[in-house]
């Protein structure tokens, strides 16, 4: 549990524009503790800020402040509540040895107390309240262990460490058993007043430096999972073999129960059934963007296959299969061994697999047809009852907002009725925790918001230290910044809205520069199955290739994948009008003098979507959920451009000012050693991957 990480100068910003209570209100509930009680909202409106205040005073404006954070890793829900979370944690770099110097802090709103027992200062009470506290100091030196213990966030770091109670509604007076001199002592005992406040800001200038440099944070968000390694980094990483992932709460009581129901299924890998057992078992697992269904997908194969079961990964992207082919270093074989597509179960194979993962269900089709197919690989009943058929235990893995095709019909009804109709143990699961959008799932509310997707109304965005947005006016702007931060290091993509006509490479394999906004023209990623005559990759390399930064993506290339940072162009098949959102079908035509497709009537021009045979809701509906796919694919920062005057209007009113100093997180900001190297692509890995594979071999006959 985190509600917020802010520099101490941005979180007073915050709440200058009156955002930072509701916000963390909204954060609280969605950590499921209820409504925030009038105490909670009072301190995070006082304390909080005068926290801050004084830290500004000290000239220590940019220490940050984690706000409300758990003192341990552990991501049970009981965990949290046993242990409670601390009221704020600042970090930042200690002025002389330049390492990371973290203070623990607990703010308390009492104006006096008085002594439980004359011989204890252990416990006093507090004015109003039934019950006695604990001495702060006590609580701090709790907290501390729990911090720097094997569970928790500082564990194993090189760091200065210690803590504070500040009471700033009280003077030293009214909290004398506090500190009289029986209290307890220790570097995580200090305590402040009103009376003390100039000593609170000298103490703070000597643990924390003035200077601007990476983000000390970092560290604790890293630890505490909130910038996890991306998908296709740690398959690559890997070798795509190992344990890939470590998977937490929910995401590992998932996992665990599919492991577990394959032992009570399936017959024992290591010898044959004389009468083989008939029960199937179908696992639903359903959860937003980032809430890690490819991570326990990715991992589950991995197990699976390790404990000797046949099993295979199927999705309905080509984009993520074509991204894990070409990167991790598989041959043709390998690959074909270990992932499917969805299409590829109309016979189903005999025997049956043990498990077939499939992620990306919300791409289910009704029948597996196409007009390539040959006859005899067209589907005659639905696609989910192929997959079904085709292994004993299947799990899929679906998000209802990632619809992007009218004939992409996968629900979380559809394959239940799938599972009845078979007669299959069927289990479901919902994912909450959100480990994508830097685990800012106020990003991702915001996002759906914004789009319609839920019920609840566009509001303005809060900052909240993990997840970045900003609002520009050219696409020259965005661009620009996409590709300083490519340029420092960063993974970087630009993406946009179907809008533009989309042409094949010609006979030279030059691409057209179909996207085009004014002066700003650039290509869509390169239709082709080999490199263009710039070096532009195949649409398969696009998303992880460097020479893709260049060129522009959409949905069906970006769709399962992220990057640090995305720009995200929004065209006008998707514009505010007023008061709502209007969505717009558009025309193509041919250019005469440059004998390529060109913009007619602005709006979509994916084939499959602006047919005129779908309905205005469902059209509206495809619409919207590729721009939430769009907008959901940075793990840090996403810049966002309308070719819409008024919808950047609406969108700079909703995103408000950025303070890009403060704010925005550039590589520069990243502790050197947390930062991601860019890996090189797809050949390189396979050469890797051989030559490693050569070396095992030759270590394995040197063992005879």
């Known amino acids: 549990m985190l509600l917020l990480r802010l520099a101490a100068r941005d979180l007073l910003a915050v709440n200058a524009r009156r955002r930072l209570v509701p916000h963390l209100a909204a954060r609280w509930v969605h950590f499921q503790r209820g409504e925030s009680s009038d105490g909670e909202r009072s301190a995070w409106a006082r304390s909080l800020v005068s926290l801050a205040e004084d830290l500004v005073a000290a000239g220590r404006g940019n220490v940050e402040m984690i706000v409300e954070c758990s003192p341990t890793v552990a991501a049970t829900e009981g965990v949290a509540r046993k242990h409670g979370q601390i009221d704020v944690v600042l970090v930042g770099r200690h002025p002389m040895e330049g390492t990371l110097s973290v203070q623990l802090v607990e703010l308390k709103q009492w104006s006096s107390v008085t002594r439980v027992e004359a011989a204890t200062a252990d416990l006093v009470y507090v004015p109003g309240e039934e019950k006695p506290f604990l001495h702060p100091a006590l609580q701090l030196g709790e907290y501390h262990a729990l911090f720097t213990g094997p569970t928790g966030p500082l564990y194993g770091l090189q760091f200065e460490c210690g803590g504070f109670a500040y009471l700033h509604n009280a003077t030293d007076e009214s909290v ?247 007669g299959a143990v069927f289990r479901h699961y919902r994912l909450v925790e959100q480990y994508r959008c830097g685990g800012s799932d106020a990003y991702i509310r915001w996002v759906r918001a914004l789009l319609g997707v839920s019920s609840q109304e566009p509001h303005a965005w809060v900052p909240d230290g993990l997840m970045h947005i900003e609002v520009v006016d050219t696409p020259d702007e965005m661009e620009h910044i996409v590709r300083t931060e490519f340029e420092a290091g960063a993974t970087a993509r630009m993406v946009a809205g179907y809008c533009w006509p989309w042409s094949k490479p010609d006979k030279d394999k030059n691409l057209e520069n179909d996207v085009r906004i004014g002066d700003w023209h650039r290509p869509w990623n390169a239709s082709s ?140 900001s990243i502790p050197p050693e947390l930062r991601i190297t860019r890996h090189a692509g797809g050949a390189r890995g396979r050469r890797a991957r051989r030559a490693r594979n050569k070396a095992r071999r030759k270590n394995e006959m040197m063992l005879f």
């Open 176 to 422: 004398r058993p506090l500190l009289s001199v029986d209290a307890p002592t220790g570097p995580y005992a200090r305590m402040y007043t009103s009376d003390t406040r100039a000593s609170l800001l000298k103490d703070l200038r000597c643990h924390f430096t003035d200077e601007d440099d990476y983000s000390a944070a970092e560290y604790i968000l890293h630890r505490m999972n909130l910038r996890n390694t991306p998908l296709l980094d740690a398959m690559i990483k890997s070798s795509g073999e190992d344990t890939v992932f470590t998977l937490r709460g929910r995401q590992k009581k998932v996992a665990d129960d599919v492991l577990e129901a394959s032992e009570l299924t399936l017959d024992a890998p290591d010898r044959e059934a004389l009468v083989p057992r008939p029960q199937r078992a179908v696992f639903l697992v359903t959860g937003g963007a980032g809430t890690g269904k490819s991570a326990i997908g990715l991992q589950l194969r991995a197990d699976l296959e390790a404990a000797g079961r046949t099993v295979k990964y199927a999705s309905g992207s080509r984009a993520f299969n074509a991204a894990i082919k070409e990167n991790v270093g598989y041959t043709e074989t390998e690959f074909r061994e270990r992932f499917a597509y969805f299409s590829n179960f109309v016979t189903p194979p005999e025997p049956p697999l043990d498990v077939l993962i499939c992620d990306e269900a919300h791409r289910l089709r009704d029948r597996t047809t196409h007009w390539r197919l040959p006859a005899e690989k067209r589907g005659t009943k639905p696609q989910v009852d192929e997959l079904i058929e085709a292994s004993r235990l299947t799990v899929f893995f679906l998000d209802g907002a990632q619809t992007v095709r009218p004939y992409e019909v996968g629900t979380a009804e559809l394959i239940e009725d799938a599972a009845r109709r078979h």
């Open 529 to 668: 199955e080999s490199f263009c005559a710039n070096g532009e990759p195949p649409s398969r390399k696009w998303p992880v290739h460097d020479g893709g930064i260049g060129q522009i993506g959409c949905v069906y290339t970006a769709q399962g994948l992220e990057w640090d940072w995305c720009g995200v162009i929004m065209g006008d098949d998707m514009v505010w009008r007023t008061d709502r959102w209007v969505f717009q079908r558009g025309k193509q035509r041919k250019d005469p003098h440059a004998g390529v497709m060109r913009v007619a009537r602005a709006g979509s021009l994916d084939p499959k979507v602006r047919t005129s045979t779908l309905d205005d809701d469902a059209f509206a509906r495809c619409v919207r959920h590729a721009y939430h796919v769009l907008l959901t694919r940075a793990s840090r920062a996403t810049v966002l451009y309308s070719t819409d005057e008024e919808t950047r209007h609406h969108l700079r009113e909703l995103v408000g000012d950025t303070d890009v100093q403060g704010l925005r997180p550039s590589q520069e």
